[in-house]
């Protein structure tokens, strides 16, 4: 039964570039969620998703930042015109119904972006 | 301001002995999760509370809603401890707040 996964593991890109982060969730897992981590800082709430739905983003940046999740395939995150302050852990984390609230979240082993 | 504060920031400690990691928030919540992130980078859910105790093999953690606390002990602590822990707080609404961290380093 395969986890919670992210890809690509490590993405490099230069200023100016586009990001997309993809995060497959668990077999039967409806709802994902979005975190950031920057460097010597603690994880930060990003966007919270269903299937073709974004339930909050009060955690996103108001601009270059979007993320989805389509009926079919992964949920993607995707930084536009990245900048240095991008460079950060990406975790996505999902569970069967709402998570935090009421049941354990499984998170994905993480994306790390470098920003050149 | 911080919605959540952990203490302590850094811990090291022998392998064998008792650990506590506090953390106290400032807003009313649903839930409280504690996480831990292997060296590596990789985040496991250890608990989730509203209320009381929970146990799970040498992990104990405890709340308390009136006094908006929790700790996390670690009994018979060992190297492969050694970790971030980090607590989680999950106010009314869909947001929810992390603390920055405890890194537990467990010396054999």
């Known amino acids: 039964n395969a986890g919670v996964m992210q890809n690509p593991r490590h993405l490099v890109r230069r200023r100016g570039q586009e990001a997309r982060l993809r995060c497959s969730p668990m077999k039967g897992h409806s709802h994902v969620y979005w975190y950031r981590q920057l460097p010597e800082e603690g994880l930060k709430f990003m966007v919270y998703?269903?299937?073709?739905?974004?339930?909050?983003e009060s955690g996103m940046p108001k601009e270059r930042f979007s993320a989805e999740f389509p009926k079919e395939g992964p949920s993607i995150l995707r930084i536009q015109q990245v900048v240095r302050g991008d460079s950060a852990a990406y975790f996505c984390a999902s569970s069967p119904r709402q998570g935090f609230r009421q049941e354990t979240q499984y998170f994905g082993p993480g994306t790390r972006l470098l920003v050149l | 301001k911080n919605e959540v504060e952990q203490s302590p920031q850094n811990l090291t400690a022998q392998e064998g002995e008792f650990i506590t990691i506090n953390c106290s928030y400032s807003v009313g919540i649903s839930a409280l999760h504690w996480l831990q992130q292997h060296p590596g980078g990789g985040i496991v859910s250890l608990f989730m509370l509203s209320s009381g105790k929970k146990k799970h093999g040498r992990l104990i953690a405890t709340i308390n809603i009136q006094e908006k606390h929790s700790s996390l002990h670690i009994t018979a602590s060992h190297p492969r401890d050694s970790a971030v822990y980090i607590c989680a707080v999950i106010p009314t609404g869909n947001q929810f707040y992390f603390g920055t961290g405890t890194s537990l380093t467990v010396i054999p």
């Open positions: 998703l269903q299937k073709e739905n974004i339930i909050d």
